[in-house]
């Protein structure tokens, strides 16, 4: 049972880290009619066309997730957080402001936002 217990919550991880967001309403889309945005973990979304955006947070997270939206005019709202080893023992998170993107996402497209990575 105690196998059980610590096991459930690595399996849910898993499965909602590689599940994509589905950011429309009505019936899933074949991927040939939506276009799907893939995040790195590092990035995370505050809002989306200025509505907050519930359930795409990466914190528990350990892989880029794939938002699935209509074809169109999209704007993002996101920041970069993420947690740096600073000691064996210890570690520091670091976020930057908001930044706000203008998308334009056509049907069938996968598209990856991404940036400079420090060393």
Known sequence: ????????????????????????????????????????????VLSVNGKPLQGASAFLGMSDRRLQLQPGRYQLLVYYKDIWQTSPSEHETISSQPVAFDLALAAGHTYQMDFTRAK
């Open 1 to 44: 049972m105690l196998r059980l217990f610590l096991l459930l919550p690595l399996l849910l991880l898993t499965a909602c880290s590689s599940t994509p967001i589905k950011l429309y309403s009505g019936p899933t889309q074949p991927t040939s009619a939506i276009a799907t945005l893939r995040i790195p973990v590092q990035i995370e």
